[in-house]
């Protein structure tokens, strides 16, 4: 716990030599990661001013989605890590091929989600305890969303082919103009066409197609202009499948989390699941806003490693953890001043302000924790080291999480001990990544991780 703490205080030195690239790739990142989430908070606070009842639908259906999707973020990291060391290899052609055949994993992906969500819903909306007064707005709301199910997975392995050749900034302009479209028809589509949730829905699955698609034009031009194939290769899908098993074994088990977390919070009460989906947001935000260095390290880590320059790989990974605490600090900062207004944007219910504001500042709290558990996750993501990191992760899940969560369903402890759960979680997680961290078993070299 020493080396814990001492990285919890650490603050930036003056100056490193990797802090340009560190912030020419993390910048951009930020913004897109910092817009991704904007997807899920602008129909919070469109569906909040709805009702109660409608937020609480959203709730449902949006940790539903975000766990269904989130299994399959795999796509983005595995193409990062196996295109940035191709890139540091200076093998652009199949680095240009691995993208292109992560794209034809994540349309046939997306098309067997769509259908099995769609055919699953109400079975789905019902497993996770909604009330019946709220389980027509999370059907609603679930339905619409799986139409988008193949761009959003399309967009994560194009996002996650162009991280690996380092390119952030497409990622922003696509990122940010998806989701301006994505507010603007919210708005028309729920007090315009007075469509209600399914408006909000609407809105986001249209902005989904429109980004994936272009995603589309950009990777296919990427490769013709270094003479890849634009068609999809069957084994390097089979391969681009095989290497994400243990990101999807870690990802499922984050998700896991979140869907138990979710679920209790519906038994305690509409009130309380409505705020633990305001909080939850919030959470979700500042999270893939720190993991803009995190998408730094999975770049900057795979490509020095391809290069077999494992000693920059470590200066520069320590470097984003000391960046990451110090944004963290920040984060924390803010959002505890922030947090009593805060709530006051997303629902006219007094109750559900109070305990979102006390949620909320559980949140704040935990902002310098979690940068050590992201920038370290993409560190490691980008060595290639996925078998550790589902190994941790289900420790931290099952170990941990689990048994603290049945506590707290079986004694009836409320929220705030349900997010204490949460908290004890994240800290088995920073123990087991540092850990990971301080040795040398997830520095091997070479364009290929034997």
């Not at 900034?169 to 007090?191: G, Q, Y």
């Not at 633990?276 to 979700?284: E, G, N, P, R």
């Not at 310098?368 to 996925?386: H, M």
Request: hydrophobic fraction near 55%; include cysteine; proline fraction near 3%.
């Amino acid at each position: 716990m020493g080396r814990l703490q001492r990285l919890w205080l650490a603050r930036p030195a003056r100056s490193s030599p990797h802090d340009r690239e560190i912030l020419r790739l993390a910048i951009p990142a930020f913004g897109a990661l910092a817009a991704e989430p904007l997807y899920l908070l602008a129909d919070t606070a469109i569906v909040g001013r709805l009702g109660t009842r409608e937020l609480a639908g959203l709730a449902v259906a949006g940790i539903v989605l975000t766990a269904a999707f989130g299994v399959f973020n795999f796509l983005a990291y595995s193409t990062t890590a196996a295109v940035a060391r191709r890139l540091g290899a200076g093998d652009r052609r199949t680095a240009a091929q691995l993208g292109i055949d992560g794209v034809g994993l994540a349309l046939l992906l997306g098309v067997a989600v769509m259908v099995v969500g769609l055919v699953l819903a109400p079975t789905i909306v019902d497993a996770m305890g909604a009330s019946a007064r709220v389980q027509p707005f999370a059907l609603t709301y679930l339905r619409v969303s799986m139409i988008g199910a193949p761009a959003l997975l399309m967009t994560l392995a194009a996002t996650g082919y162009l991280r690996g050749v380092q390119d952030t900034r497409t990622t922003l302009v696509i990122a940010v103009a998806s989701n301006v479209l994505n507010l603007v028809l919210e708005v028309i589509f729920v007090f315009g066409f007075d469509w209600g949730i399914k408006g909000s829905a609407w809105g986001t699955v249209i902005a989904q197609w429109i980004a994936g698609s272009a995603y589309l034009f950009i990777v296919s031009r990427s490769a013709r202009a270094v003479g890849a194939s634009i068609r999809p290769r069957r084994e390097g899908m089979r391969q681009n499948a095989v290497v994400g098993g243990p990101l999807i074994v870690r990802t499922a088990s984050l998700f896991a989390t979140f869907l138990i977390a979710t679920n209790l919070a519906a038994r305690i009460g509409d009130d309380e699941v409505a705020a633990h989906q305001v909080a939850f947001q919030v959470f979700l935000f500042l999270a893939l806003s720190l993991d803009a260095l995190a998408i730094a390290g999975q770049a900057m880590t795979g490509r020095f490693l391809g290069a077999s320059s494992s000693e920059q790989a470590r200066a520069a990974s320590r470097r984003m953890m000391e960046w990451g605490v110090a944004v963290g600090v920040v984060f924390a900062l803010v959002l505890a001043a922030a947090a009593p207004w805060l709530m006051q944007g997303f629902s006219d219910d007094p109750h559900v302000q109070h305990v979102g504001t006390q949620l909320l500042y559980v949140v704040a709290t935990l902002q310098p924790l979690n940068a050590i558990v992201f920038v370290l996750d993409g560190v490691l993501i980008g060595a290639g080291d996925q078998r550790f990191l589902a190994l941790a992760m289900l420790i931290a899940t099952f170990g941990v999480f689990v048994p603290l969560a049945a506590v707290v369903a079986l004694t009836d402890a409320g929220m705030l001990a349900l997010w204490a759960a949460l908290s004890c979680w994240f800290v088995a997680r920073a123990v087991a990544l540092v850990a990971r961290y301080r040795g040398s078993r997830w520095q091997v070299t070479g364009a290929t991780r034997h």
